[in-house]
């Protein structure tokens, strides 16, 4: 399966508990965004795995990265993430019509 659409990109992303720890741990630092080390040193992730997820959550346009000197810092695309929830509520409660099925005998 592969995953074209925006939307989906982003919720593949997300499919995977380490990246979904970085995403909230990153939302709950808001605007300022971490560091790599940082983030690392929150949750716990070597060095190599965090850059393997991270660069997962750039790719899908959830994260920013912004090269300070020698030190990246990773925000969140707050913009990118309302549109991915707007994207889910949308249709909240609009209604469903269910077609009888036809019956088989």
Do not use: Y
């Not at 393997?52 to 969140?76: I, M, P």
Request: net charge negative.
């Amino acid at each position: 399966m592969t995953t074209t659409s925006p939307n989906a990109r982003a919720l593949a992303a997300l499919g995977h508990d380490a990246r979904l720890s970085i995403f909230r741990l990153l939302v709950k630092a808001g605007d300022d965004g971490l560091r790599v080390g940082d983030i690392g040193e929150h949750l716990g992730l070597a060095p190599s795995t965090l850059a393997h997820h991270l660069s997962v959550l750039v790719d899908a346009g959830l994260v920013l990265q912004d090269k300070q000197g020698r030190e990246v810092f990773n925000r969140v695309d707050f913009p990118a993430m309302n549109r991915v929830v707007g994207f889910l509520t949308s249709e909240c409660c609009s209604g469903v019509t269910v077609r009888p099925s036809e019956d088989a005998a």
